[in-house]
């Protein structure tokens, strides 16, 4: 069993920047392949960035360049810094946790404006 809660989201401009955080609980966390997916408004839920136990990480098209996926096994925390924000970044952004599982946090807000 894994516990997930995210932070960081909140409101910000087009072109800015926000460092989401995801702090797990309750397993053995280096062991897990880590994810952000968002779910834009009216829309279903996307991989946004993965990375695993070994570090590779994978990206969607659509945030390459921009948002950066990283983890602290020491602090079992998967962060994800978006840079150059854009307003079809918006979209409520879950961290998940998955091995033969998969564990999911609550989710927390992103909205950029234009």
């Known amino acids: 069993q894994v516990q997930l809660v995210e932070s960081g989201g909140g409101l910000v401009q087009a072109g800015g920047s926000l460092r989401l955080s995801c702090a797990a609980s309750g397993s053995i966390f280096s062991i897990y392949t880590m994810g952000w997916y968002r779910q834009p408004p009216g829309s279903q839920r996307e991989l946004v960035a993965d990375?695993?136990?070994?570090?590779?990480?994978n990206y969607a098209d659509s945030v390459k360049g921009r948002f950066t996926i990283s983890r602290d096994n020491a602090k079992n925390t998967v962060y994800l810094q978006m840079n150059s924000l854009k307003p079809e970044d918006t979209a409520v952004y879950y961290c998940?946790?998955?091995?033969?599982?998969?564990?999911w946090g609550q989710g927390t807000q992103v909205t950029v404006s234009s």
């Open positions: 990375i695993t136990s070994g570090g590779t990480k």
């Open positions: 998940k946790a998955g091995r033969h599982l998969n564990y």
